[in-house]
Structure formats: structure tokens, C-alpha cells
């Protein structure tokens, strides 16, 4: 008997957060890991949902592409596909707060407040997770240190069922970076370390371990 497709939703990109029509807090993401797990999905034969932050990159071949910019529209967004997805893979570097105040005009120069107040956006993937029924969830974490102990930490936060680490702030790995270097962290302690590579190869061999391991295969 066929199975049924598999339905993926993956989130990309940084988040902007506006304190007026011309200015924002944000994060160097350029979407490119979350990107490449996307077309990654679908290339294995996924029906795959991508929610991408401000990005310069193309909508990838074949992939259901919905562009948002703040922290508040990719939540809604993927409440919306999260009910119908069987896998969320969470790589969004989602922007960690926003300014308390938005006004809706530029603000002149001489009038910026040099103290802003800001406020937590809120957590899409602890948000989800509280949702989760069948659905696999995955998650990020990008840490300058300790990486295993603080993904751990995350893993058990958000409830996931995996987490994938990754070292930032160096010149070869990370944010806007074309390669990347990631452990994957399994719920069960398992640790599986891919080797360092393009962000394009390691999309994909994170995708296939990641359907052989939760039995996702056609
Ligand atoms: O807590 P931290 O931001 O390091 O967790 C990283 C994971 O949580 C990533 O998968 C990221 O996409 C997700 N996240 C989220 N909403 C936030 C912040 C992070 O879904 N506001």
C-alpha cells in the first residue's frame, strides 16, 4: 500500500522588528540552512511548507514559500500549518525581543528616544510544542559556547524531539556562512555529529538521517 506524503513545515531567516516604519531590531540570518533544508525536503519527495523571515534568497523550486517579517507573523503563520504538518524543522533565527512601542510614522531623528523598551517576542516553537499531537518537532540552537549542554537544555524546554547545534560567531559556520558545522541532538541523549560541510550537503544529510531515524521514508 502507498504511504501518505509527508508534510514538512520548516521556518528560515531572522525576524525584524520595527519601532517605526523605517527601523528595526533584527539578527545577521541570511535563511540559507533553513533554506537548503527545505529544498532538501522536497527533493526527497516532501510536501514542504517554508516560512521565511526577510531573506534575499528565491522562493526553492516546488516549495510552498510564505514570506513574513516579524516574530508575531511567522507565529501565525505556522500555527496555521502546523496542525496539517507531520515535521516541523524550526531553523528561524527568530528575533528574541521587540520594541515595546511601534509608531507608524518615521520618527524624526532629534525624536528617537536613546532608551528604548523592549519586550519578549513571543516563543513559536514552546508555542507549538504545547499544540503537538503526532507531529515531529525539531528545533535549533545557534550558541558561541557550550553547545551540547545549552541545545540539551533547549531540547528539554520546548519539548522536542530533536535539536540541531550549531557553533556561530566564527568565520566559517553560522549566520550568512555558505558551510556550516552541526550535531545533531536526539531526545534520547544520542549525539550525531555530521561533518563540517556547505549548508546545501548537510540539508540534505540531515534531511535523509532524519527520515531513516523517524521512519519517514516513502
Ligand atoms: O531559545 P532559543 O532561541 O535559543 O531556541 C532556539 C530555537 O527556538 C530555534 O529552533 C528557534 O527557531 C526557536 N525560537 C522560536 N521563537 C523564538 C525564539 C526561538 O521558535 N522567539
Redesign the pocket.
Known sequence: MAQKTVRCLV?AGPTQEYFDPVRFISNPSSGKMGWHIAKAAREIGWETTLILGPSALSDPDGVKTVRVVS?QDMLEESEKAFEKCDILI?????C?VRPKLKVGHKVKKGEIPLTVELER??????TLSKKKKEQILI????ETRNLVEYAKE?LEQ?NLDAIVANIVGGKSSGFGSDSNEIVLIMRSGEIIDFNPAEKKTLASHLIKFVSTKFGLEK
Open positions: 521556518t516574530a524550526m531553523a528561524a533565527a527568530v528574541d517576542t513571543p516563543d513559536i516553537l514552546l528545533g535549533f540552537a545557534a533547549k520546548k
